[in-house]
């Protein structure tokens, strides 16, 4: 974590972990919002952070692809690594109504 969040000015955060060594990579992610849109800010820029490639471009990129469709959750268009892929924007609305947000001081978690 200190490859990528150091690098963006993310000092503060909590990421639980399974069995006490791997962090749980499909949520249980808490920091600020701030620090929450410097990644997305990461992702829209395709991995590059003030002009420097954090993640390589060539992996963001392949990780937005559709990988499988699994139709039996009835949320998205397709599956890449760790990503819901929507073509219809009224999914996004629906999606939004289904997630929650859990406040703990001045930390936010977003979740489904």
């Given amino acids: ?3 990528l969040f ?3 000015g993310i000092n503060s955060f909590e990421w639980k972990a399974i069995r006490g060594k791997h962090v749980f990579a499909s949520g249980n992610l808490f920091l600020a919002p701030r620090d929450l849109a410097k990644i997305g800010q990461l992702c829209l820029n395709k991995g590059e952070w003030n002009g ?3 993640i390589s471009k060539q992996w963001m990129e392949e990780s937005t692809q559709s990988w499988i469709y699994p139709t039996e959750f009835g949320v998205g268009d397709g599956y890449g690594y760790q990503w819901w892929l ?3 924007p009224a999914m996004w609305r629906t999606l939004v109504m289904r997630a929650y947000f859990i406040m703990k001081g001045d ?3 977003l979740g489904e």
Avoid: R
Wanted: hydrophobic share 25%; proline share 7%.
């Fill in 1 to 3: 974590m200190t490859n």
């Fill in 6 to 8: 150091a690098p963006l």
């Fill in 52 to 54: 420097t490639a954090k």
């Fill in 86 to 88: 929507h073509k219809n």
């Fill in 107 to 109: 930390t936010y978690h």
